[in-house]
T-cell receptor, first 116, second 115 residues
């Protein structure tokens, strides 16, 4: 069966510090990978998605970047965090083949980031 | 503009009552609609997935209906229990060529079931 892991679960960082959140998927190959953010009082927003190694699409301009160095690894980064980067970050995956599979997402447990 | 709306934003019911959660969407061209549950500080748990060709899906005490023509989905939870307390989110996958996997979420309905 497929599993998705995110870490760290909780992170408190000062403004201006770097960020790295990691997500890995097991039990599948060539998945589509996604980063969503849930800010306080706001709904879930898609930040980045990837259909393959090194292929990253950004949905909204921001202070963050994403990378996919391996097939089942997705990393969310920032060089200098802003207060507005605080939120709950969720990684998700879907099947990389077919319209039906590509639109069924499974989410990780999330990483809560607080920027002070 | 494609939007997903959930009403009400919050709901409190006594244990045993049936829950009715509403989700509306502005464009009927969808691949599917998913209902998720989110406990405080936790990730999303998928409850039900309805493909665009389906009218409803059932899992245990949960039943979700889909009416594409009117842009509505309803999640019914029968005989609610305190353990059903959580935020329920609906998410739509729009039927446009570049939107595979790009779910658009409603803001959620926060449910409290009192013993």
């Amino acid at each position: 069966s497929q599993t998705i892991h995110q870490w760290p679960a909780t992170l408190v960082q000062p403004v201006g510090s770097p960020l790295s959140l990691e997500c890995t998927v097991e039990g599948t190959s060539n998945p589509n990978l996604y980063w969503y953010r849930q800010a306080a009082g706001r709904g879930l927003q898609l930040l980045f998605y990837s259909v393959g190694i090194g292929q990253i699409s950004s949905e909204v301009p921001q202070n963050l970047s994403a990378s996919r160095p391996q097939d089942r690894q997705f990393i969310l980064s920032s060089k200098k965090l802003l207060l507005s980067d605080s939120g709950f970050y969720l990684c998700a995956w879907s099947s990389g083949t077919g319209v039906t599979g590509a639109n069924v997402l499974t989410f990780g447990a999330g990483s809560r980031l607080t920027v002070l | 503009k494609q939007e997903v709306t959930q009403i009400p934003a919050a709901l409190s019911v006594p244990e045993g009552e049936n829950l009715v959660l509403n989700c509306s969407f502005t464009d009927s061209a969808i691949y599917n609609l998913q209902w998720f549950r989110q406990d405080p500080g936790k990730g999303l748990t998928s409850l039900l997935l309805i493909q665009s060709s389906q009218r409803e899906q059932t899992s245990g005490r949960l039943n979700a209906s889909l009416d594409k023509s009117s842009g509505r989905s309803t999640l019914y939870i029968a005989a609610s229990q305190p353990g059903d307390s959580a935020t329920y989110l609906c998410a739509v996958s729009w039927e446009t060529t570049d939107s595979w996997g790009k779910l658009q979420f409603g803001a959620g309905t926060q449910v409290v079931v009192t013993p």
